[in-house]
């Protein structure tokens, strides 16, 4: 009982650090194919706006184009609201119950590093919402990469405490789950990159082979544009004149004798 009551406590240590490593390994595994700039960029705004919405006291230099004035300005701290709780313990449970069993420890023996905990846990589910509005099929692919590491952070936090064969291998066993998901993400990053060059390429093809068209039908639209715009202040001029050549002139009252 003592024995794992110290496992369960060294994991719960690990917690804090899991869930920073879990989300740089999400951003830089969405982010290394091809140095996809577009995709960096986007997931960059992804992660400043999970900030923003969880944190308002963020620091003006972990934002991107951040507003001098604006974060001159104090604002409240994130603080964890019930909300906020069920949330997490909702996703944990549903992702990764072993790690909803260690919170629940550490909410009765450590309420600092538990609200900690959830604060991290809040921030990624966060983000892993934001991807879902964009990409369902990243999200799922990104869910189950972050319960294949904290699976294989918990065996390893578990390692601490002794070795065993059976231990080794569920870490073994768990290390393959893990870069599995890995590599499912980045297929489907490579997939989406690959999209993405064709419809390019079938772009740079047709304003390559059809130039004169292109312009010409380019042209068309703007001189029709122009010339529409033309006429409606021209139909509008016409008919105020109109307008106020058939105003009935004010009716003049007869001058008392």
Not at 75 to 94: D, G, N
Not at 128 to 144: F, G, K, M, S, T
């Amino acid at each position: 009982m003592r024995l794992a009551g110290q496992i369960i406590f060294v994991a719960v240590l690990s917690i804090g650090g899991l869930l920073s490593a879990q989300s740089g390994d999400a951003k830089s595994s969405t982010t290394s194919v091809n140095g996809n700039h577009d995709k960096a960029d986007r997931d960059k705004v992804d992660r400043d706006k999970a900030d923003q919405q969880t944190d308002p006291g963020l620091k003006a230099s972990t934002r991107t184009f951040a507003n001098p004035k604006k974060d001159a300005k104090a604002k409240a701290p994130f603080s964890v609201t019930p909300e906020r709780e069920a949330a997490v313990m909702t996703f944990v449970q549903r992702n990764h119950a072993e790690l909803a069993e260690l919170l629940g420890y550490l909410k009765t023996s450590q309420p600092e590093e538990y609200e900690r905990a959830i604060k991290e846990i809040f921030r990624t589910t966060e983000r892993l919402n934001l991807i879902q509005d964009r990409d369902p099929l990243q999200y799922e692919l990104e869910v189950a990469a972050w319960t294949a590491q904290s699976r294989v952070q918990l065996l390893a936090a578990r390692l601490k405490m002794g070795s065993s064969d059976e231990l080794l291998k569920q870490l073994r066993e768990g290390l393959k789950t893990q870069n599995e998901a890995k590599i499912a993400v980045l297929k489907h990053e490579r997939q989406k990159v690959a999209d993405r060059l064709s419809k390019i390429d079938s772009d740079i093809a047709r304003f390559d082979g059809d130039r004169e068209k292109v312009v010409d039908r380019q042209l068309q639209l703007l001189t029709r544009t122009a010339g529409e715009g033309r006429s409606g202040k021209l139909g509008a001029k016409n008919a105020a004149k109109q307008a106020k050549k058939n105003a009935v002139p004010p009716a003049i009252k007869p001058t008392n004798q």
